[in-house]
């Protein structure tokens, strides 16, 4: 997974906050006539990062081509339930301690985003996001059998309910080390030999 893609899941997996800064900044905005280039500033960069975030994404989870995945079948799976609220405990509720319309508190606030990130990009890690549960991803924690008939387990993200696909095949991409993205193929049939073609 590119580091751009990384910045941009870290980046949607704060969309909360986002929001929440965006109505503050623009409320201040709004009514106040003094020295409002904190909240200029702020609004232009999460509205760019935003934009971004959302034209590169979409091309990283609509992969429909199986080209460099890996085709496994799902023996067991089960709903990760505990990942949305660790996250929402552990980055989101933390983070609205900032007043985000004095700088000051705007650069201690990107210390602690900046550090987070840094981790996440370092370690290749990926945790909830807010911005894919809207869109109907969830992470599935499954026991997979790969073509070699050894028994994995993977985390994946997919739009399926896969708990729901035992015994089935479906291809996965990777987007980091313990995280799969199941990639739904659409299906053709060859109207001559009526195979199908992947």
Not at 90 to 102: E, G, M, Q, R, V
Request: glycine share 2%; net charge positive.
């Amino acid at each position: 997974m590119s580091k751009l893609v990384i910045f941009c899941l870290y980046f949607t997996s704060f969309l909360p906050l986002w929001i929440s800064i965006l109505f503050i900044d623009i409320k201040s905005y709004l009514e106040n006539t003094g020295n409002l280039w904190t909240e200029r500033i702020s609004i232009f960069i999460i509205l760019l990062a935003g934009f971004i975030s959302l034209v590169l994404l979409p091309f990283v989870f609509t992969a429909n081509s199986i080209e460099g995945s890996t085709k496994v079948m799902i023996k067991d799976a089960r709903d990760d339930k505990t990942i949305t609220s660790e996250y929402l405990l552990s980055y989101i509720l933390p983070l609205f301690a900032f007043d985000f319309t004095k700088w000051d508190q705007v650069v201690l606030f990107l210390v602690f985003f900046v550090t987070l990130l840094f981790l996440r990009i370092r370690h290749n890690h990926f945790n909830a996001n807010i911005l894919l549960e809207i869109l109907n991803y969830r992470i599935f924690t499954c026991e997979l059998e790969d073509e070699d008939k050894n028994v994995i387990i993977r985390n994946i993200i997919s739009r399926r309910t896969l708990n729901t696909h035992k015994g089935e095949f479906i291809y996965l991409k990777s987007l980091n080390n313990e995280i799969k993205l199941d990639i739904r193929v659409k299906k053709r049939v060859n109207p001559i030999t009526s195979d199908i073609i992947l």
